[in-house]
């Protein structure tokens, strides 16, 4: 998965995947379940129905509707009836005019809240209860799980006996039954919780597994971003998930922004790489800004790179030779007068690196020397270098990557810039940046990884953590890396950062 994976990488998900697939299942319902024929025109002249309790009735619970154009209460049966004999006003009404829509008022009032009340304590708000096999059944399986009883229990030949005693029709369930409608219910359930979550303004990814364990035991977990106030929103929902016998540990369940976590860790361990200049992610969080981006970073769908690599091409059509004599002087003069704040030759590899880069993308006439130079060293390469952003830690580790590949190339572009001499990478730089390259690449497969649309990422949430603290912790251990300056400190520090 972490390597070598060749996965599509697809289009990025919206975050609003899972809102349609129950938008399509509610049209796919819809379709299959629905009436068929003509649309029904009568119910829009009249007003929301209300549930009404009429003890003279032979059945007191019952809708009642109100005509829309006179003060009439007909019965149910007569709705389309007594419609027909308002056509002259119903066709004198502007028909660009949509319906007026009646808001409901259910509840609004102690009466109605108490008749609501008792139409809710019978079950599903409907002015008549008739009981089903299909409602049968739901209440038998919710029987079921709120008992911890065997999904087995209606083949139970006492139950089937007490059944037929007491002459109820209802056919008792097999265990197939049972779980196919605990999957009914799930599913409803689920559709409600997406709805509901579609109008929370952050993203908050949620798992839900009831049958991959033979123990049918059901597990929840979230995944949210770092901010505090969600820690709080976890507690809050284990508080009330313990109220319907559900367990959820606020801390073992709650899976924080993985993107986030990783850009906490790597910007660490690059603040002690780069000997300050990378802020300390506890002064200054980078993630802010990153998160602007996408998760991963790929220099072959980069714009600029992507541009600047076509000049190649246009060398070879223009069938040039050397550079001019002017731009030659124009490079001398702009690096010698040229210089980025605070930078000197103390800095660590990295930050002389980025200089570097920097110096040779800022112009047409700096690519055009440095292009020579990799056509010199490399017949059939057509690369140029990646200047980074140092807020964007794989932009970064893009950026390295490059270089130990144009190596040569780089080496006598600065070279033959006498400006340039005191950035020169030694022997011992180059070996810094080849060990900085190694210790981020597992990072930048996870982020791959992470960024296709067809990868779950809830399931892979905890191994992906355990494998940075694999990875981290072997480096630890690695006498040749940890003997380069700073490393020890910065891999410990980083390893501190993720178990924090």
Not at 171 to 199: F, G
Not at 314 to 327: C, I, L, R, T, V
Not at 468 to 495: D, P, Y
Request: aromatic share 8%.
């Amino acid at each position: 998965m972490l390597e070598g994976s060749d996965l599509d990488s697809g289009s990025k998900s919206d975050g609003l995947g899972a809102l349609r697939a129950v938008e399509a299942m509610e049209l796919k319902e819809n379709g299959r379940n629905g009436v068929r024929g003509p649309e029904n025109k009568t119910l829009q002249h009249w007003h929301e129905p209300k549930p009404t309790l009429d003890q003279s009735q032979k059945e007191p619970y019952c809708w009642e509707f109100g005509c829309r154009y006179c003060s009439a209460r007909p019965v149910l049966g007569n709705l389309a009836t007594h419609t027909k004999r308002h056509e002259a006003k119903i066709a004198a009404a502007p028909s660009n005019e949509p319906p007026t829509t009646h808001q409901s008022t259910h509840g609004s009032t102690a009466a109605s809240a108490k008749l609501m009340e008792g139409y809710l304590k019978q079950g599903k708000l409907n002015p008549r209860i008739v009981p089903t096999q299909s409602g049968f059944l739901k209440m038998f399986a919710t029987w079921l799980l709120e008992d911890d009883l065997a999904w087995t229990t209606g083949k139970s030949p006492g139950l089937i006996r007490l059944f037929k005693y007491m002459q109820i029709n209802f056919m008792l369930p097999s265990n197939t039954t049972v779980q196919n409608t605990v999957a009914r219910i799930c599913q409803d359930l689920h559709k409600s919780v997406v709805q509901e979550l579609a109008s929370v303004k952050l993203k908050i990814s949620y798992s839900q597994d009831t049958w991959t364990t033979k123990q049918m035991v059901f597990s929840f977990s979230l995944t949210m971003d770092n901010s505090t106030s969600n820690d709080v929103l976890a507690r809050s929902l284990a508080t009330l998930l313990i109220k319907h016998n559900i367990e959820f540990d606020a801390k073992s369940g709650q899976i924080r922004c993985l993107p986030h976590v990783i850009n906490l860790v790597i910007q660490r361990i690059l603040s002690k790489l780069s000997s300050g200049d990378v802020a300390d992610p506890d002064i200054n969080d980078y993630y802010e800004e990153a998160k602007k981006h996408s998760v991963h970073y790929d220099p072959n769908s980069d714009p600029d790179i992507q541009e600047m690599e076509e000049e190649y091409l246009n060398d070879e059509n223009e069938g040039s030779s050397k550079a001019d004599s002017s731009d030659e002087d124009e490079l001398s003069d702009s690096d010698s007068n040229i210089e980025l704040p605070g930078l000197s030759t103390q800095k660590a590899p990295i930050a002389k690196l980025r200089h570097i880069d920097t110096k040779i993308v800022s112009s047409p006439q700096r690519r055009y020397t440095f292009r020579q130079q990799v056509r010199q060293f490399y017949e059939n390469l057509r690369l140029m270098v990646i200047r980074d952003v140092k807020t964007r830690w794989n932009c970064t580790h893009a950026m390295i990557k490059r270089a130990l590949i144009l190596q040569n190339a780089i080496n006598t572009w600065v070279l033959s810039i006498p400006e340039l001499h005191p950035y020169a990478l030694t022997k011992s730089d180059w070996k810094v940046l080849a060990a900085t390259e190694e210790l981020l690449q597992p990072f930048t497969n996870i982020t791959r990884d992470m960024s296709q649309s067809g990868t779950p990422m809830l399931c892979y949430a905890i191994p992906f953590y355990r494998h940075m603290k694999r990875h981290l912790t072997a480096s630890s251990e690695n006498s040749q890396l940890t003997s380069l300056g700073g490393f020890q400190n910065a891999i410990v520090a980083g390893l501190a950062k993720l178990e924090r």
